[in-house]
């Protein structure tokens, strides 16, 4: 009897069921490695469960530093951006801020919506180029561990103020779309007064405001197509407005609104607003600091135009505040430059040591203008920072200038884990005295030339009394002080 080859259907159960799961699995392997780096997994990035006054990100502590050219470099070529980001990269930085702003005033912007043959835009429909960009710098800062802070709305977007001319090219005019007129969104043709007065209908629209019906879906359909890409991620925060001044219940309706289509699916994402009162202690920063139930952490970049000891106390008073409830502290957006109103360089490098000794979990040097953006001087103190960490974790001390003595208002600033480890920050030289009397042996202090980006000398010091301390030299010194054998 010739005996036939048995047929597919005559394989043993189990071993049918061995080679499904085997091709589902290699399925499975071949997904992963096409997929972006930074694919929304459990553990992203989060306040850390340790200290929640800064971030982690998979579950290890992780301290933001950065510094960025442009506030939206999404709008960025290809080449550019890999440019900017690599040489971020290479400075030890790990943030950048991204706003979602398209003014065309750069030369190089374009615009979400599609334009029809006749000029107009049709609301409705998408520019693919414009999100071809957005995917693209979520991609790229993926790749390289580059955290993002995106800021949903930007005011100076929906505004003629200074001369400029951004509302009227804007997509949102009734006179640019076909989707609304002025009679139908209540939007006026000119919005003269600058953003800060609060004035422009377009941030009015939500339900609890003026329930603009014509308007607010196309802003909730601009809102839910940016989560459609950004949520895939686990490398992004989000903070509703730039600088606003507007109601309280504007940021409230968005903050709930990008939580709610991440909570659909099943994804712990954080949010932030940002206020523009330069006063930390005015009634305007409580919306944000009174409600974590709606925004997760706080973002007081408005602080970076004060100067000085007073710089340093507004963030000491919001950090005794949130004492019972801490979350991350970002700075997305510090002020300084030779450029700016008033401002100089140092008041910029100033600004990012007073606030990375307070305890900021997030400190980002702003554009070129009103900032120092990616510059030789930024870098420095980005690297200067990283040398830093590398002898004493920034998340294992407190601010403690009371352990100072012989000090002037702004000569010098400390933080401390007592007993164990301490870094102190002269803006420009000085001595003061330290109190070390939980110490119990011989004290290493490295020094870093801020300046530079560079170590300084090192030395011993004894534990004894309240030794002075002073850096090598005049300009911007920190130093890392640690126990010997801590």
Same mark, same amino acid.
């Given at each position: 009897?010739?005996?036939?080859?048995?047929?597919?259907?005559?394989?043993?159960?189990?071993r049918?069921l061995m080679?499904y799961v085997?091709?589902?699995?290699?399925?499975?392997?071949?997904a992963?490695?096409?997929?972006?780096?930074?694919?929304?997994?459990?553990?992203?990035?989060?306040?850390?469960?340790k200290?929640?006054?800064?971030?982690?990100?998979?579950?290890?502590?992780?301290l933001?530093?950065?510094?960025?050219?442009?506030d939206?470099?999404?709008?960025?070529s290809?080449?550019e951006?890999?440019?900017? =980001?690599?040489?971020? !990269? #290479?400075?030890?930085g790990?943030? *950048?801020?991204n706003? &979602?702003? +398209? /003014?065309? $005033?750069?030369?190089?912007?374009?615009?979400p919506?599609?334009?029809?043959?006749?000029?107009k835009y049709?609301?409705?429909?998408w520019?693919?180029?414009?999100?071809?960009?957005?995917?693209? =710098?979520?991609?790229? !800062? #993926?790749?390289?561990?580059i955290f *993002?802070?995106?800021? &949903?709305? +930007? /005011?100076? $977007?929906?505004?003629d103020?200074?001369?400029?001319?951004?509302?009227?090219?804007?997509p949102?005019?009734?006179?640019n779309?076909?989707?609304?007129?002025?009679?139908?969104?209540?939007?006026a043709?000119?919005?003269?007064d600058h953003?800060?007065?609060n004035k422009?209908?377009?941030f009015?629209?939500?339900?609890?405001?003026?329930?603009?019906?014509?308007?607010?879906?196309?802003?909730?359909?601009?809102?839910?197509?940016?989560?459609?890409?950004?949520?895939?991620?686990d490398?992004?925060?989000?903070?509703?407005?730039n600088?606003?001044?507007?109601?309280?219940?504007?940021?409230?309706?968005?903050?709930?609104?990008?939580r709610?289509?991440?909570?659909?699916?099943?994804?712990?994402?954080?949010?932030?607003?940002?206020?523009?009162d330069?006063?930390?202690t005015?009634?305007?920063?409580?919306r944000?600091?009174?409600?974590?139930?709606i925004?997760?952490?706080?973002?007081?970049?408005q602080?970076?135009?004060?100067?000085?000891?007073?710089?340093?106390?507004?963030?000491?008073?919001?950090?005794?505040?949130?004492?019972?409830?801490?979350?991350?502290?970002?700075?997305?957006?510090?002020?300084?430059?030779?450029?700016?109103?008033?401002n100089?360089?140092?008041d910029?490098?100033d600004?990012?040591?007073?606030?990375?000794l307070?305890?900021?979990?997030?400190?980002?040097?702003?554009?070129p203008?009103?900032?120092?953006?990616?510059?030789?001087?930024?870098?420095?103190?980005?690297?200067?920072?990283?040398?830093?960490?590398?002898?004493i974790p920034?998340?294992?001390?407190?601010?403690?200038?009371?352990?100072?003595?012989?000090?002037?208002?702004?000569?010098?600033?400390?933080?401390?884990?007592?007993?164990?480890?301490?870094?102190l920050y002269?803006?420009?030289?000085?001595?003061?005295?330290v109190?070390?009397?939980g110490?119990?042996?011989?004290?290493?202090v490295?020094?870093?030339?801020?300046?530079?980006?560079?170590?300084?000398?090192?030395q011993?010091?004894p534990?004894?009394?309240?030794?002075?301390?002073?850096?090598?030299?005049?300009?911007?010194?920190?130093?890392?002080?640690?126990?010997?054998?801590?």
């Amino acid at each position: 009897m010739i005996q036939t080859p048995a047929k597919k259907t005559d394989v043993h159960p189990m071993r049918r069921l061995m080679n499904y799961v085997l091709s589902i699995s290699c399925i499975f392997i071949m997904a992963l490695v096409d997929a972006p780096i930074a694919i929304s997994a459990p553990n992203g990035l989060e306040p850390w469960g340790k200290n929640p006054w800064y971030w982690s990100y998979r579950g290890d502590p992780v301290l933001l530093l950065g510094a960025s050219d442009d506030d939206n470099l999404f709008q960025w070529s290809e080449k550019e951006l890999a440019a900017q =980001l690599d040489r971020l !990269t #290479a400075a030890g930085g790990n943030v *950048i801020r991204n706003t &979602v702003s +398209d /003014r065309k $005033d750069k030369g190089f912007e374009v615009f979400p919506f599609r334009q029809l043959e006749n000029g107009k835009y049709d609301l409705n429909a998408w520019n693919e180029e414009y999100w071809a960009r957005f995917e693209r =710098l979520l991609k790229e !800062t #993926a790749k390289r561990r580059i955290f *993002i802070q995106i800021e &949903v709305w +930007d /005011r100076f $977007d929906y505004t003629d103020s200074k001369g400029c001319n951004h509302w009227q090219i804007h997509p949102y005019n009734p006179k640019n779309n076909v989707n609304y007129s002025y009679d139908q969104s209540g939007f006026a043709e000119h919005y003269p007064d600058h953003p800060g007065a609060n004035k422009q209908p377009f941030f009015f629209t939500t339900p609890n405001q003026k329930n603009n019906i014509a308007v607010l879906p196309f802003q909730k359909k601009f809102v839910e197509k940016l989560l459609e890409s950004s949520l895939r991620y686990d490398h992004v925060l989000y903070c509703i407005d730039n600088e606003t001044r507007g109601e309280e219940e504007w940021g409230k309706y968005w903050a709930r609104f990008i939580r709610d289509k991440a909570s659909n699916l099943k994804k712990k994402i954080y949010v932030t607003e940002m206020w523009d009162d330069w006063d930390l202690t005015s009634d305007m920063h409580k919306r944000t600091f009174d409600h974590p139930d709606i925004y997760d952490f706080v973002d007081v970049s408005q602080n970076n135009h004060n100067k000085g000891q007073g710089h340093w106390d507004n963030f000491i008073h919001v950090r005794k505040y949130l004492e019972k409830s801490p979350r991350p502290m970002n700075t997305t957006k510090i002020y300084g430059a030779d450029s700016y109103k008033g401002n100089t360089d140092q008041d910029g490098i100033d600004r990012f040591w007073r606030h990375l000794l307070a305890g900021a979990a997030s400190l980002r040097f702003h554009r070129p203008g009103a900032g120092l953006g990616l510059n030789d001087k930024a870098v420095a103190c980005i690297r200067a920072a990283r040398k830093l960490e590398s002898k004493i974790p920034l998340w294992n001390l407190k601010p403690a200038n009371d352990l100072l003595s012989d000090r002037e208002p702004d000569e010098a600033y400390l933080a401390a884990n007592p007993g164990k480890a301490y870094t102190l920050y002269f803006p420009d030289g000085g001595n003061v005295r330290v109190d070390f009397s939980g110490a119990k042996r011989e004290l290493n202090v490295y020094w870093i030339d801020v300046s530079k980006g560079e170590w300084g000398k090192s030395q011993s010091i004894p534990v004894e009394g309240k030794p002075t301390i002073s850096p090598p030299g005049e300009g911007p010194w920190a130093a890392a002080i640690i126990i010997n054998g801590f």
